[in-house]
C-alpha cells in the first residue's frame, strides 16, 4: 500500500536547522509530484513547498521563501526539506504529501503522519 | 488567493444534512478541494475538482461551485463526520487552505 513516513523533526532553537525526510514506498516515487505542507499547533493548514517528480521544478510559499530548500532523491524514494534559519513561528507539523496523480494536480492524497518541529530557545 | 470558510464551528446532530462554504478571493474555476481532518491524524481528501468524490469517500458528501464560491454537503451526518473541515485552492501557487470549520456534536 501507499505510504509515506516522515522523520527528522524535533526540537531547535531560533537561527537553526534541521532537515526532514520523507520515506515513500508502495507506488513509482519518481513519477509524482510531492509536497510539504505544515500546521501549527491547534491551527490551520499551510502549504509550504512542492517539487515536480524529477526535482527540476520548486514552489515556495513566501513565509519559507529562502529559507527552506525542497528536494528529493529518487533512487532512494524519498523527499525532504531542509530548514535553515528557523524562526518560533515554524514550529508546527510538517507533513509530506503526494499529488493524488502524476499531472501535477496538486491535490495531495495521500498524507504521511507528520513530523514535529518545535522551534524554542 | 484567500480562501475564507464559514461558518468557522458549527454543531450538529447525527442525520443532520451539514453544509460549508468556501469563498475565494478571486475566480478560481473549478480548482478547489475539500479535506477533513480528525484530532492527530493527517488530513484526508475528500473531493477535487470542486464535485468529484476521491474513490473510497461515502456518497453523503458532496461539492459543487465554481468561480468564487464552493460548499461541501454531508447530506445526513454520520458519527465518524465530526472533524475539520478545510477548502484548498490549486489555481495557482502560493497554494492556499481555508480556516477550516469544525464540525461538533449537537
Known amino acids: 500500500q501507499v505510504q509515506l513516513v516522515e522523520s527528522g523533526g524535533g526540537v531547535i532553537q531560533p537561527g537553526g536547522s534541521l532537515r526532514l525526510s520523507c520515506a515513500a514506498s508502495g507506488f513509482t516515487f519518481r513519477s509524482y509530484p510531492m509536497d510539504w505542507v505544515r500546521q501549527a499547533p491547534g491551527k490551520g493548514l499551510e502549504w509550504v513547498a512542492v517539487v515536480s517528480y524529477d526535482g527540476s521544478n520548486v514552489y515556495y510559499a513566501d513565509s519559507v521563501k529562502g529559507r527552506f530548500t525542497i528536494s528529493r532523491d529518487n533512487s532512494k524514494n524519498t523527499l525532504y526539506l531542509q530548514m535553515n534559519s528557523l524562526r518560533t513561528e515554524d514550529t508546527a507539523i510538517y507533513y509530506c504529501?503526494?499529488?493524488?496523480?502524476?499531472?501535477?494536480?496538486?491535490?495531495?492524497?495521500?498524507w504521511g503522519q507528520g513530523t514535529l518541529v518545535t522551534v524554542s530557545s | 488567493i484567500q480562501l475564507t470558510q464559514s461558518p468557522s464551528s458549527l454543531s450538529a446532530s447525527v442525520g443532520d444534512r451539514v453544509t460549508i462554504t468556501c469563498r475565494a478571493s478571486?475566480?478560481?474555476?473549478?480548482?478547489l478541494a475539500w479535506y477533513q481532518q480528525k484530532p492527530g491524524k493527517a488530513p484526508k481528501l475528500l473531493i477535487y475538482?470542486?464535485?468529484t468524490l476521491q474513490s473510497g469517500v461515502p456518497s453523503r458528501f458532496s461539492g459543487s461551485g465554481s468561480g468564487t464560491d464552493f460548499t461541501l454537503t454531508i447530506s445526513s451526518l454520520q458519527p465518524e463526520d465530526f472533524a475539520t473541515y478545510y477548502c484548498q485552492q490549486v489555481n495557482s501557487y502560493p497554494l492556499t487552505f481555508g480556516g477550516g470549520t469544525k464540525v461538533e456534536i449537537k
Open positions: 478571486q475566480g478560481i474555476s473549478s480548482y
Open positions: 475538482a470542486a464535485s
Open positions: 504529501a503526494r499529488d493524488r496523480d502524476n499531472s501535477w494536480s496538486n491535490w495531495f492524497d495521500p
